[in-house]
């Protein structure tokens, strides 16, 4: 559909995740490192949720579209199911990995906490999450044509995109309640964070009702940011005070030397 | 679905000639089907989604449309639906006076019969193959994927009661982007600037080049090249090639076929005789190929004759006598054309008097009427004005016309065996549809006869024997099955070396720059020749290749062949070799041998390279909807930049809530 549609897909896609990347983690290496790191560990676990499916797909009969659409239906809960394992599994490697980096630094404190190890690594998730759905999506929206010769919608380049946003920045909130939940050892949320993670994609099968697939996510990305900023620390008063500029009074009130 | 194009080009400053001068990625174009003329208002001047890709009926496809969608900027392409049958008044895209620059008669001879003054040889030709389009012009043929456009067409752009349709529409995009531009010289020359400058060199085009197909009753040695001795020559000559406004379709049934089957069944019925007995004269058999594009082979043999180049110089020749389109006689009268301003000589006057006289007493006794045009009028275009531009070489041109064509498709897509009444009963298998012996093979075979004895009386043949040459009915019913039908049956496979088989057939008479296909019409009449005036040897494949050390072989004065033979019931062929006096001669302009690609005595077209040919067929989303969604992505990419400087600066604030409280208190 020619490069505008090109550039407007990818900014919808892309463009809160890229200034979340800008603003607040291209100038630190360290969290530049701990989100490419993430992203690596998103892509050991498509990779290992795609192979599963590579070899049961071979073994299954192909001509039966039941069967097939009842593996990809498997194959969509195994990779869920396994990114957050990997997830699981990078949380354990962050900590351990931040005690190895206090033994070895000179300063006292951690040079960087589980919270913000936890939004750089939600982040890392989401980019290479984002990037896996829509690149190939977006490739094709540069030729001169759009979707629905054989009578699909129209609207699947901008759906897929709104798409693509919202799992992104769910990756980015489900990572931080999990890593609280993790740290607190409350496990009932790290439940419900990875039924909720299902429910998105599962969701996707509703499509081509993009209506029926996006509204759900979006409802559950404001549940989920809600969740997350409370578990970042964030209140509403603070956000009340933010809102109305009241903050640098609240700020300088607080500022005592210790 | 076949393209124009082979962007050809000219020199001729006049004519630059028909290049689809698409875009490299494509010309894209909202669909329209061309049914009726409110449709061509609606492309050219109210539609208002322009630019359109025109679908259209082969019935709008005139000279009149075409011109005003070329002046059109709403124009993105065109493809032509192709029907059977052509419209009734008839339709020639060529020139109406054909080869009329690089022909005998110029202002210096015979000025008054120059350009078509004193015959127009093509009065409905409408020059469309020689304009220059700035689009892509595809052909289709009439089957499921044009249904599929026009189901497109109907599903998403059709006027509901004169409103304008709605968008998303459906498009079509058309790759023929040809690589040279302008003309020949420019394109040579900036060739031969890559050639010298580029470490990878791309050419841009190519001359047109095939082979020229000769055959002599008595074999001459090959490699001697130039003037031989008490040699004198009786030519018989016929043109290979045909064309029309699309690539790789030239049926050419009339144009050429016609005349390719009646000589070659002329020598098949000659041959015999002539070894039995000799005629005084020696007798070639030549098939020129690239008439159509400025004489390229005819040229390039008397080029090669005058230099000595070829096995006999213009010195041996002694008379020519050139068959051209002689397939809609339907039982009139033959004509013989003759060129006036070369007969004012009394001594070359005589001799094709005398060349008229023997073949009207071969005609009397077959019952074929023979009459001559009037005395002022022009040679029509033929391979004999070449040879006339030299020297003036007694000779004629038979043919079904007494003055214009009575071809009404010359060089078009509607000039197919339909037009020359070659049809089969439709209960016939293809076998049986390729030994069926139709009228117009039956007219054929009586010309083929009388060509065969005319000319063996014109080199001093005996009367005795004429009635001994009789051409056959079944194989040029063969020969007629096998270049217009199919060419992919039982009798050509035979006759073909054996990697030849399980190809696909010729797409028409064209020339082709590509040397050696092995299924080209060069190779077909080759290897036809070769089966009727050859010999079958013992000779196994590797002798066959080479019978340098084979005792009573010569491969200067013949040519071997190994052929696949009859494919037997399962499937196995048995090749034998076949010795023959068949040759091939180069046919690619000496403009191109002198570098003179400006020439003005030699044909200098070319052929534009070209990398993808292809269509294809999609929805195409508004404008409007479009640059949206661009609209939403630059606003969520500043909305998100925004919030997260607005979070990310007032971040001490918002997430303080789990900062250890300071130890102090206040």
Same mark, same amino acid.
């Given at each position: 559909?020619?490069?505008?549609?090109?550039?407007?897909?990818?900014?919808?896609?892309?463009?809160?995740?890229?200034?979340?990347?800008?603003?607040?983690?291209?100038?630190?290496?360290?969290?530049?490192?701990?989100?490419?790191?993430?992203?690596?560990?998103?892509?050991?676990?498509?990779?290992?949720?795609?192979?599963?499916?590579?070899?049961?797909?071979?073994?299954?009969?192909? *001509?039966?579209?039941?069967?097939?659409?009842?593996?990809?239906?498997?194959?969509?809960?195994?990779?869920?199911?396994?990114?957050?394992?990997?997830?699981?599994?990078?949380?354990?490697?962050?900590?351990?990995?931040?005690?190895?980096?206090?033994?070895?630094?000179?300063?006292?404190?951690?040079?960087?906490?589980?919270?913000?190890?936890?939004?750089?690594?939600?982040?890392?998730?989401?980019?290479?999450?984002?990037?896996?759905?829509?690149?190939?999506?977006?490739?094709?929206?540069?030729?001169?044509?759009?979707?629905?010769?054989?009578?699909?919608?129209?609207?699947?380049?901008?759906?897929?995109?709104?798409?693509?946003?919202?799992?992104?920045?769910?990756?980015?909130?489900?990572?931080?309640?999990?890593?609280?939940?993790?740290?607190?050892?409350?496990?009932?949320?790290?439940?419900?964070?990875?039924?909720?993670?299902?429910?998105?994609?599962?969701?996707?099968?509703?499509?081509?009702?993009?209506?029926?697939?996006?509204?759900?996510?979006?409802?559950?990305?404001?549940?989920?940011?809600?969740?997350?900023?409370?578990?970042?620390?964030?209140?509403?008063? *603070?956000?009340?005070?933010?809102?109305?500029?009241?903050?640098?009074?609240?700020?300088?009130?607080?500022?005592?030397?210790? | 679905?076949?393209?124009?194009?082979?962007?050809?080009?000219?020199?001729?400053?006049?004519?630059? #000639?028909?290049?689809?001068?698409?875009?490299?990625?494509?010309?894209?174009?909202?669909?329209?089907?061309?049914?009726?003329?409110?449709?061509?208002?609606?492309?050219?001047?109210?539609?208002?989604?322009?630019?359109?890709?025109?679908?259209?009926?082969?019935?709008?496809?005139?000279?009149?449309?075409?011109?005003?969608?070329?002046?059109?900027?709403?124009?993105?392409?065109?493809?032509?639906?192709?029907?059977?049958?052509?419209?009734?008044?008839?339709? +020639?895209?060529?020139?109406?006076?054909?080869?009329?620059?690089?022909?005998?008669?110029?202002?210096?001879?015979?000025?008054?019969?120059?350009?078509? =003054?004193?015959?127009? #040889? $093509?009065?409905?030709?409408?020059?469309?193959?020689?304009?220059?389009?700035?689009?892509?012009?595809?052909?289709?043929?009439?089957?499921?994927?044009?249904?599929?456009?026009?189901?497109?067409?109907?599903?998403?752009?059709?006027?509901?009661?004169?409103?304008?349709?709605?968008?998303?529409?459906?498009?079509?995009?058309?790759?023929?982007?040809?690589?040279?531009?302008?003309?020949?010289?420019?394109?040579?020359?900036?060739?031969?600037?890559?050639?010298?400058?580029?470490? $990878?060199?791309?050419?841009?085009?190519?001359?047109?080049?095939?082979?020229?197909? #000769?055959?002599?009753?008595?074999?001459?040695?090959?490699?001697?090249?130039?003037?031989?001795?008490?040699?004198?020559?009786?030519?018989? @000559?016929?043109?290979?090639?045909?064309?029309?406004?699309?690539?790789?379709? @030239?049926?050419?049934?009339?144009?050429?076929?016609?005349?390719?089957?009646?000589?070659?069944?002329?020598?098949?019925?000659?041959?015999?005789?002539?070894?039995?007995? %000799?005629?005084?004269?020696?007798?070639?058999?030549?098939?020129?190929?690239?008439?159509?594009?400025?004489?390229?082979?005819?040229?390039?043999?008397?080029?090669?004759?005058?230099?000595? /180049?070829?096995?006999?110089?213009?010195?041996?020749?002694?008379?020519?006598?050139?068959?051209?389109?002689?397939?809609?006689?339907?039982?009139?009268?033959?004509?013989?054309?003759?060129?006036?301003?070369?007969?004012?000589?009394?001594?070359?006057?005589?001799?094709?008097?005398?060349?008229?006289?023997?073949?009207?007493?071969?005609?009397?006794?077959?019952?074929?009427?023979?009459?001559?045009?009037?005395?002022?009028?022009?040679?029509?275009?033929?391979?004999?004005?070449?040879?006339?531009?030299?020297?003036?070489?007694?000779?004629?041109?038979?043919?079904?016309?007494?003055?214009?064509?009575?071809?009404?498709?010359?060089?078009?897509?509607?000039?197919? @065996?339909?037009?020359?009444?070659?049809?089969?009963?439709?209960?016939? +298998?293809?076998?049986?549809?390729?030994?069926?012996?139709?009228?117009?093979?039956?007219?054929?075979?009586?010309?083929?006869?009388?060509?065969?004895?005319?000319?063996?009386?014109?080199?001093?043949?005996?009367?005795?024997?004429?009635?001994?040459?009789?051409?056959?009915?079944?194989?040029?019913?063969?020969?007629?099955?096998?270049?217009?039908?199919?060419?992919?049956?039982?009798?050509?496979?035979?006759?073909?070396?054996?990697?030849?088989?399980?190809?696909?057939?010729? !797409?028409?008479?064209?020339?082709?720059?590509?040397?050696?296909?092995?299924?080209?019409?060069?190779?077909?009449?080759?290897?036809?020749?070769?089966?009727?005036?050859?010999?079958?040897?013992?000779?196994?494949?590797?002798?066959? &290749?080479?019978?340098?050390?084979?005792?009573?072989?010569?491969?200067?004065?013949?040519?071997?062949?190994?052929?696949?033979? %009859?494919?037997?019931? =399962?499937?196995?062929?048995?090749?034998?070799?076949?010795?023959?006096?068949?040759?091939?001669? /180069?046919?690619?302009?000496?403009?191109?041998?002198?570098?003179?690609?400006?020439?003005?005595?030699?044909?200098?077209?070319?052929?534009?390279?070209? /990398?993808?040919?292809?269509?294809?067929?999609?929805?195409?989303? +508004?404008? &409007?909807?479009?640059?949206?969604?661009?609209?939403?992505?630059?606003?969520?990419?500043?909305?998100?930049?925004?919030?997260?400087?607005?979070?990310?600066?007032?971040?001490? !604030?918002?997430?303080?809530?789990?900062?250890?409280?300071?130890?102090?208190?206040?």
């Amino acid at each position: 559909m020619t490069a505008a549609v090109f550039f407007g897909c990818t900014f919808i896609a892309f463009g809160p995740a890229a200034a979340l990347f800008l603003l607040t983690i291209a100038r630190d290496p360290l969290r530049v490192i701990f989100l490419i790191a993430g992203a690596f560990f998103w892509l050991v676990s498509l990779l290992l949720s795609s192979l599963v499916w590579f070899i049961t797909v071979q073994m299954s009969n192909k *001509n039966s579209a039941a069967q097939q659409k009842g593996l990809l239906i498997f194959g969509v809960v195994l990779s869920v199911l396994l990114q957050e394992v990997f997830r699981f599994a990078y949380y354990k490697l962050l900590k351990k990995a931040n005690e190895g980096l206090l033994a070895i630094s000179q300063e006292d404190t951690m040079p960087i906490s589980i919270r913000q190890l936890s939004y750089v690594s939600g982040l890392g998730f989401g980019f290479m999450s984002g990037a896996f759905s829509v690149v190939n999506i977006l490739s094709d929206s540069v030729g001169p044509g759009t979707v629905g010769i054989h009578g699909d919608s129209q609207h699947y380049f901008i759906s897929s995109a709104f798409m693509t946003l919202a799992i992104i920045l769910l990756h980015m909130f489900w990572a931080v309640v999990f890593f609280e939940a993790c740290e607190r050892q409350k496990w009932w949320s790290l439940g419900t964070v990875v039924l909720s993670h299902l429910l998105v994609s599962c969701l996707t099968f509703v499509n081509p009702q993009y209506e029926g697939s996006l509204i759900p996510t979006y409802i559950i990305l404001s549940v989920m940011a809600g969740w997350a900023f409370s578990c970042a620390g964030g209140t509403l008063r *603070n956000l009340k005070l933010c809102l109305t500029c009241k903050d640098k009074d609240f700020l300088l009130a607080n500022h005592r030397p210790r | 679905m076949a393209p124009v194009g082979g962007c050809i080009f000219h020199d001729c400053l006049i004519c630059l #000639w028909l290049c689809a001068l698409a875009s490299i990625s494509g010309d894209t174009g909202v669909l329209h089907v061309l049914e009726t003329e409110a449709d061509l208002d609606w492309i050219l001047s109210t539609g208002p989604h322009p630019p359109y890709m025109v679908v259209m009926e082969a019935a709008f496809f005139t000279r009149s449309t075409m011109v005003k969608m070329k002046n059109s900027s709403r124009v993105a392409g065109v493809a032509v639906i192709k029907s059977n049958t052509g419209p009734t008044e008839g339709f +020639s895209p060529h020139t109406s006076c054909p080869n009329q620059n690089t022909g005998v008669y110029t202002e210096h001879y015979g000025p008054e019969l120059a350009n078509c =003054n004193n015959t127009v #040889w $093509n009065p409905l030709g409408n020059g469309l193959s020689y304009e220059d389009f700035a689009f892509p012009i595809f052909s289709l043929k009439d089957d499921n994927q044009t249904q599929v456009i026009r189901k497109c067409y109907e599903d998403h752009n059709m006027r509901m009661n004169g409103s304008a349709p709605q968008y998303p529409l459906c498009a079509m995009q058309l790759f023929s982007h040809m690589h040279a531009v302008t003309d020949t010289v420019t394109c040579m020359r900036r060739t031969d600037l890559q050639n010298s400058f580029s470490i $990878n060199p791309e050419k841009l085009c190519d001359p047109l080049s095939d082979f020229n197909v #000769w055959t002599s009753i008595r074999p001459l040695n090959n490699s001697i090249k130039g003037h031989k001795e008490n040699e004198s020559v009786v030519i018989a @000559a016929a043109r290979l090639d045909g064309r029309s406004f699309f690539w790789d379709i @030239a049926p050419s049934a009339e144009g050429t076929v016609s005349s390719i089957v009646t000589l070659l069944a002329a020598a098949q019925a000659l041959y015999p005789v002539a070894l039995e007995a %000799p005629p005084q004269r020696n007798i070639f058999f030549t098939f020129f190929q690239g008439e159509a594009f400025d004489y390229i082979g005819s040229s390039r043999m008397v080029y090669d004759m005058e230099n000595s /180049k070829f096995v006999i110089d213009l010195d041996n020749v002694h008379s020519l006598l050139e068959i051209g389109q002689i397939g809609l006689r339907n039982g009139q009268s033959l004509w013989m054309h003759s060129d006036p301003v070369s007969r004012k000589n009394t001594t070359v006057n005589k001799q094709v008097a005398n060349l008229v006289a023997n073949i009207k007493s071969v005609a009397s006794s077959l019952n074929l009427s023979l009459n001559e045009p009037s005395a002022t009028q022009a040679l029509p275009p033929s391979s004999f004005q070449r040879f006339l531009r030299v020297r003036p070489v007694p000779g004629l041109v038979l043919a079904d016309h007494q003055a214009s064509f009575t071809n009404r498709y010359y060089e078009s897509l509607y000039d197919t @065996a339909t037009y020359l009444n070659v049809t089969y009963p439709s209960d016939l +298998s293809p076998e049986q549809q390729l030994e069926y012996e139709t009228e117009a093979a039956k007219s054929l075979t009586q010309v083929a006869t009388l060509v065969a004895r005319s000319i063996y009386k014109q080199a001093g043949g005996e009367d005795r024997f004429l009635n001994n040459i009789t051409a056959d009915t079944k194989t040029v019913a063969k020969l007629l099955y096998g270049f217009l039908i199919m060419s992919n049956n039982s009798w050509f496979s035979s006759l073909l070396p054996p990697e030849a088989l399980g190809r696909g057939s010729i !797409l028409g008479l064209v020339i082709t720059h590509i040397i050696n296909t092995l299924t080209s019409v060069t190779r077909f009449v080759q290897f036809i020749l070769a089966n009727m005036t050859g010999t079958v040897t013992k000779l196994n494949q590797s002798q066959c &290749q080479n019978p340098k050390d084979v005792p009573g072989e010569s491969k200067d004065l013949y040519s071997y062949s190994w052929v696949s033979g %009859p494919v037997s019931v =399962n499937g196995t062929t048995d090749p034998y070799c076949v010795r023959s006096s068949v040759h091939l001669s /180069k046919a690619l302009s000496p403009a191109f041998e002198l570098t003179d690609y400006g020439s003005r005595e030699y044909s200098t077209w070319t052929e534009s390279r070209w /990398k993808t040919i292809r269509a294809r067929i999609f929805l195409v989303a +508004s404008p &409007q909807l479009e640059m949206m969604t661009l609209g939403v992505g630059v606003a969520v990419l500043l909305v998100s930049l925004v919030v997260t400087y607005f979070i990310s600066s007032k971040a001490e !604030l918002l997430f303080s809530a789990t900062r250890e409280p300071p130890n102090t208190t206040y």
